[in-house]
């Protein structure tokens, strides 16, 4: 069973910029394909970005296309988000998610994803 571990979430000004990470262990890190979701206080659970198994795809959500971006190492079953110039609804949980047997429509779909890891508080200041 796979364990993911979120970190690098954090305070910072509107314009600024964070990096997330999420560590998994307990599975074959690059069979899977990852996907980071997002949800503010009473909103909905939000896709942000994915990226499939030995990183050859990616997908953005339109509301961070040109600021964040996706990534991975599956030397260190690391995967990353990237986020720059954050604004202020951007302030969310942040969450990795992992499945298997992701096809490219089901990137963005939250149910297609087995594992979650606890997720990591970004809050963006105006």
């Known amino acids: 069973q796979l364990q993911l571990v979120e970190s690098g979430g954090g305070l910072v000004q509107a314009g600024g910029s964070l990096r997330l990470s999420c560590v998994a262990s307990g599975g074959a890190f690059r069979s899977y394909s990852l996907g980071w979701f997002r949800q503010a206080p009473g909103e909905e659970r939000e896709f942000v970005a994915a990226?499939?198994?030995?990183?050859?795809?990616?997908r953005i959500a339109d509301s961070v296309r040109g600021r964040f971006t996706i990534s991975r190492d599956n030397s260190k079953s690391t995967v990353f988000l990237q986020m720059n110039s954050l604004k202020p609804d951007d302030t969310a949980i942040y969450y990795c998610a992992a499945g298997m047997g992701l096809i490219s429509s089901t990137l963005h779909v939250g149910t297609a994803y087995t594992y979650w890891g606890q997720g990591t508080q970004v809050t963006v200041s105006s």
């Open positions: 990226i499939k198994r030995y990183g050859g795809e990616t």
